[in-house]
Antibody, heavy 121, light 109 residues
């Protein structure tokens, strides 16, 4: 069974930093691209970042570029995101999600339960 | 950047009825890279449809996806009580960025 378990969320002051982790199990972690997606309180889903399977390629939404860094440790089956210079608008539930491709289509197929990040003084 | 606009924002229907949800893109989207998700309160999203029309594993056949270019549709043929949720479309574009629509809330009438 595919499992993605996020941790590391919490309350942080504006301008502060936080590192989220996502422990993966039930599949070959090193074979999949991975994503972070966030959802503000009462808001919709917003894609944040993705990393390819060996960590050599990363991509970010404009809203977090230069502040967030996605990384992975395939030996530990763990995905990370380092979040710096946090702003109030970064307050959200952060989901770790697995990317897959099938028959020429690529999509996000499994999601963790999310970890809440609150940026407030 | 491609913008996805979903309509309606809220859809009120009764169990047993047919639901038609729309997702319109600001530029043409490759059908291979259009997906639909369902999200219930307090839960993570669940993949329903990928490649515009392929059902994900375990998804009942009352869910179907169609469309191409800039117009895509998610249809739920006969609504069951468990289907009332928020639905999102998502695309993966030529810029390699992923974007979501703003969601359609399907509520019980």
């Amino acid at each position: 069974e595919v499992q993605l378990v996020e941790s590391g969320g919490g309350l942080v002051q504006p301008g502060g930093s936080l590192r989220l982790s996502c422990a993966a199990s039930g599949f070959t972690f090193s074979s999949h691209w991975m994503h972070w997606v966030r959802q503000g309180p009462g808001k919709g889903l917003v894609w944040v970042s993705r990393i390819n399977n060996d960590g050599s390629s990363t991509l970010y939404a404009d809203s977090v570029k230069g502040r967030f860094t996605i990384s992975r440790d395939n030996a530990k089956d763990t995905l990370y995101v380092q979040m710096n210079s946090l702003r109030a608008e970064d307050t959200a539930v952060y989901y770790c999600a697995r990317g897959s491709c099938s028959g020429g289509s690529c999509f996000v197929d499994y999601w963790g339960q999310g970890t809440l990040v609150t940026v407030s003084s | 950047e491609i913008v996805l606009t979903q309509s309606p924002v809220t859809l009120s229907l009764s169990p047993g009825e047919r639901a038609t949800l729309s997702c319109r893109a600001s530029q043409s989207v490759a059908s291979s890279y259009l997906a639909w998700y369902q999200q219930k309160p307090g839960q993570a999203p669940r993949l329903l449809i990928y490649g515009a029309s392929s059902r994900a594993t375990g998804i009942p056949d009352r869910f179907s996806g169609s469309g191409s270019g800039t117009d895509f549709t998610l249809t739920i043929s006969r609504l069951e009580p468990d289907d009332f949720a928020v639905y999102y479309c998502q695309q993966y574009g030529s810029s390699l960025l992923y974007t979501f629509g703003q969601g359609t809330k399907l509520e019980i009438k």
